[in-house]
């Protein structure tokens, strides 16, 4: 054998590209925890592909299995053998059991006591013995989102497969899946390879198929790509637009990628920029050009699947199908522009939402009114709450163009264009633009008030309206977005600082679904589950900005309505937790928190103090209180718990001196509520019982 690498390849038919990169770190995952369970060292794993053939090279693969020691604790010494060293029952047995003699067996002192052990050493087997139930097993073990089943086999794959190739070193392994046999050969291009290639060595892997027009390396095959197309877009004098997942699903579409531009007819420039992006990237995978001053050229570039020959012809097909499909969308464009925007509003009353919410005009009347409140609420100008309201009202009116029932990405897109062909103003249209941000979790927030208003409108409405009518997102399922739609209303509050308590606008909704006899669950029922949902949405947010899991659930605990707050006490609990006082603070706010749950009324009759301790600690919990109330009124946390933490002496001495649970009934209840109210300064900051000391 001449070295110790392993190579595999399953040939399959067209993957699709979005299978590919979760399908490669499964196969590593599943290859390096395989090769563990045999007991088989191994050097590096790593993973390949190309739309027909997923690859997996394990480099260092050890020869043989490592040995297995097993050792089994019998009986004590002196309950297997007798006083004359005679084995007994106990021992015979033991021994017989483990399949070996007595003699065999070995005696060893334990802090117990002498026991008997059996140890028996399992010899490793040689690697290319267990290699064909390894990967047998492998390719049996991975999953996919969704799997096909073909002719009439019981497997399933994410495609079928049609061929197997397996070599350690240069030594064939034999393996049968889905009545596949493995061999050492291989498939190059479907169209520029000679046919069957035979691979002598796991070495030659990579070469041989180069060679067939077959980059099986993604890594390198990412590289050729961004390199042909930067180079074709500096030769036209430009730039090109790489969108990276564009560029990833162009890679995994291609084994041997080429890149091509071509041109289009410049009178299509005259559509919207994100027309042209769209029909390019969306429907043609192509990537579009920009000149110097960040215009869009009348060119594109895209990626054929095989070698130079026969270039034009390609190109000339790729630029005839783009040609009609820009076409369209010139046509769309014109006749959306034949009425104006707002007279699209009415045929919305002809869609539906959502069959127990209605239909979008609806939900638009609703979406008005919510803007409206919440534009007041943050004191606007008049002219910003008229024109929260006019975005509001447009803001769906694009879902009927012909432009995004074409190309649904352009929603928004297209209403803040045909907004701007209409007449509005600058503020309504980008607005209708930004109430869809974010549409992912890594997109952009909406910048101005008027789009935060309104975004933050239909969110909330889609969120509240959903749970309402008992559409709940369970662990798997979401199908409206709603955790994604949570999380933009949390980022836009939480990044522009606004002042609106989350309490508040889920109410708002409330009233507008009650009024229009929309809500079939209670709204108290509603209200208390939406809150939760938004402390899961929080607590990622806590957990994206480093708040330690426990101060986290300490903050959660409390009322978390005002977002902004809730971070900013987050902030300073874990600030104030690195001091030295605090440990000693938690304790004693531990002690208090223990017995204030049995209070019974809230209620302080110093009167029925009997011991000093009492007296202070009631003269230290209202001047705290007194202050720490200021301190909450200027958000000042750090020194609101400074304040707090001035309590601790007072508390220590009250339990030192004082028997809480006294035999009086009325001076037990008094020290109750008096801890009780100590307690509840404490939770305005944070629950500290949550608090986890390391």
Request: glycine share 6%.
């Amino acid at each position: 054998m001449s070295n110790n690498k392993l190579l595999l390849e399953i040939g399959t038919e067209e993957i699709p590209a979005g299978f590919m990169e979760p399908t490669f770190e499964q196969l590593e995952e599943l290859a390096a925890e395989l090769f563990k369970q045999y007991r088989i060292e191994t050097g590096s794993v790593a993973t390949y592909g190309t739309p027909r053939r997923l690859t997996l090279v394990v480099n260092e693969v050890s020869s043989r299995q490592d040995d297995l020691t097993k050792e089994v604790k019998g009986p004590a010494k002196n309950i297997a053998f007798d006083d004359e060293g005679n084995p007994t029952k106990a021992g015979s047995g033991f021994a017989r059991g483990q399949g070996l003699t007595v003699d065999e067996l070995e005696i060893r002192d334990t802090d117990n006591g002498e026991y008997l052990f059996a140890v028996q050493t399992e010899e490793g087997k040689p690697t290319e013995e267990l290699l064909p139930e390894i990967l047998t097993e492998l390719i049996h073990d991975l999953d996919f989102a969704k799997s096909m089943r073909w002719a009439d086999k019981d497997m399933q794959f994410v495609r079928p497969i049609h061929w197997i190739l397996a070599l350690y070193g240069d030594e064939p392994v034999e393996l049968e899946v889905a009545d596949i046999e493995s061999d050492t050969y291989t498939k190059g291009h479907r169209f520029l390879s000679t046919g069957q290639i035979e691979i002598d060595s796991a070495q030659d892997y990579f070469d041989r198929l180069n060679e067939e027009y077959v980059i099986v390396d993604q890594n390198k095959r990412r590289e050729m790509i961004i390199d042909q197309i930067t180079e074709l877009g500096k030769e036209a004098g430009g730039e090109v637009l790489i969108d990276e997942d564009l560029l990833k699903e162009v890679n995994y579409l291609v084994e041997y990628p080429t890149a091509l531009m071509g041109s289009f007819d410049e009178e299509f420039l005259d559509l919207p920029r994100e027309v042209l992006i769209t029909s390019m990237r969306e429907h043609q995978r192509y990537f579009p050009i920009e000149d110097d001053n960040g215009d869009l050229m009348a060119r594109f570039i895209t990626v054929r699947n095989g070698s130079e020959d026969h270039i034009d012809i390609v190109r000339e097909g790729n630029e005839k199908v783009l040609r009609a499909r820009l076409a369209d969308g010139m046509f769309f464009y014109e006749e959306d522009q034949k009425e104006d925007l707002e007279d699209k509003v009415d045929e919305l009353k002809n869609v539906i939402f959502q069959e127990d919410l209605g239909t979008i005009y609806e939900k638009v009347k609703r979406l008005v009114e919510l803007s409206k409140v919440f534009a007041k609420k943050l004191d606007l100008s008049e002219k910003e709450v008229k024109d929260s309201k006019r975005a509001a009202y447009l803001s769906k009116a694009d879902l009927i163009t012909e432009m995004v029932i074409e190309f649904p990405k352009l929603e928004g897109v297209m209403g803040r264009e045909y907004a701007k062909l209409s007449g509005e103003n600058k503020a309504v249209a980008d607005a209708i633009f930004e109430h869809y941000l974010p549409r992912y979790a890594t997109d952009v927030l909406p910048q101005t008030k008027t789009g935060q208003i309104v975004s933050i409108a239909d969110k909330i409405d889609n969120i509240v309206g959903c749970f309402g009518v008992g559409l709940i997102p369970t662990g798997s399922q979401d199908p409206y977005a709603l955790r994604r739609q949570a999380q933009g209303i949390v980022k836009i509050i939480l990044d522009s600082d606004l002042k609106l308590n989350l309490a508040g606008l889920i109410d708002n909704v409330l009233e507008l679904l009650v009024e229009a006899e929309k809500l079939k669950r209670s709204q108290g029922e509603v209200k208390t589950e939406v809150l939760d949902f938004f402390k899961q949405r929080l607590e990622h947010i806590f957990e994206e900005r480093g708040v330690r899991y426990d101060v986290s659930n300490a903050v959660l605990a409390t009322d978390i309505t005002d977002l902004n707050d809730a971070v900013k006490r987050a902030e300073a609990v874990m600030e104030f937790r690195n001091e030295e006082k605090f440990e000693d603070l938690l304790t004693a706010y531990n002690r208090a928190g223990n017995l204030a749950d049995k209070a019974t009324s809230e209620d302080i009759n110093p009167d029925l103090f009997t011991d000093e301790s009492e007296e202070k600690l009631y003269e230290a919990y209202q001047s705290t209180q007194a202050e720490v109330e200021e301190l909450l009124v200027a958000k000042d946390y750090s020194s609101a718990l400074d304040e707090l933490a001035t309590l601790q002496k007072p508390v220590d001495k009250f339990f030192n001196s004082v028997m809480v649970m006294a035999d009086d009934e009325k001076v037990k209840n008094n020290r109750l509520a008096l801890l009780k109210n100590t307690v509840q300064i404490f939770t305005k900051i944070a629950d500290l019982s949550e608090i986890v000391i390391d």
